[in-house]
């Protein structure tokens, strides 16, 4: 079965300062790999997506993403957070041999002080 | 180009009662999902319509229903509503392997 954890509930950094919000991912056949955030009352927007190629993505508003097979992982990065980047994030994954279904993370909240 | 727009924003309903959510994809995609989010379960996924097809559904009871349009618009219902059904619903559509393109959601309380 395919799973995503997000093994913190809140990472805090301070403003210029990188950002990493950890996603690891366990899947049966090959993983389709999005990272979306949401701000309060709204929907979720996507940010950056890993399907095949270059492990390392780039997003959205300075985001990049590194996809690592043999760690399973997929963590978020940014090199300078802005307070504005301050919400919730969620990874989630694909698994191709489960169709177009997406398993969400729990959710990282992020906050950058200024 | 439009995003994904679900009606209405906010919605209030007595627990027995019936909902019924509206979702319209962006102009193109024929695939679209719907997503319940609530504090203690996060985001699940409730199915996923492709041409007017169901291709996929999540482990909800028979309660939650859904359908797609010819236009690709799609709805999902709600029958016998319980106090746990409160939740934000999220609607997303797909084209090919682009990223899902979520909808603000419908945000559902029963009371």
């Known amino acids: 079965a395919q799973s995503v954890a997000q093994p913190e509930d809140q990472v805090n950094v301070a403003e210029g300062n990188p950002l990493t919000v950890k996603c690891t991912y366990s899947?049966?056949?090959?993983?389709?790999l999005f990272w979306y955030v949401q701000y309060p009352n709204r929907g979720l927007q996507f940010l950056l997506k890993?399907?095949?190629?270059?492990?390392l993505v780039k997003g959205s508003y300075g985001f990049e993403a590194e996809f690592n097979k043999s760690q399973t992982s997929f963590h978020l990065k940014k090199p300078s957070a802005l307070v504005s980047d301050s919400a919730l994030y969620f990874c989630?994954?694909?698994?191709?041999?489960?169709?177009?279904?997406?398993?969400f993370g729990a959710g990282t909240i992020l906050r950058v002080k200024s | 180009k439009a995003g994904v727009t679900q009606t209405p924003r906010y919605l209030i309903k007595t627990r027995g009662q019936q909902v019924t959510l509206s979702c319209s994809p962006i102009?193109?995609?024929?695939?679209v999902s719907w997503y319940q989010q609530t504090p203690g379960q996060g985001l699940q996924f409730l199915f996923e319509?492709?041409?007017?097809?169901?291709?996929n559904k999540g482990n909800f009871p028979g309660r939650f229903s859904g359908r797609q349009f010819s236009n690709s618009r799609s709805e999902m219902n709600v029958s016998t509503l319980e106090l746990g059904d409160s939740a934000l619903y999220l609607c997303?559509?797909?084209?090919?392997?682009?990223?899902?393109?979520f909808g603000s959601g419908t945000r559902l309380t029963v009371v």
């Open positions: 997303a559509s797909r084209a090919g392997e682009e990223g899902y393109t």
């Open positions: 899947v049966s056949g090959n993983p389709y």
């Open positions: 890993y399907i095949t190629g270059d492990n």
């Open positions: 989630a994954v694909r698994d191709e041999e489960y169709g177009n279904k997406l398993v």
């Open positions: 102009s193109g995609h024929r695939s």
């Open positions: 319509y492709f041409s007017e097809t169901q291709r």
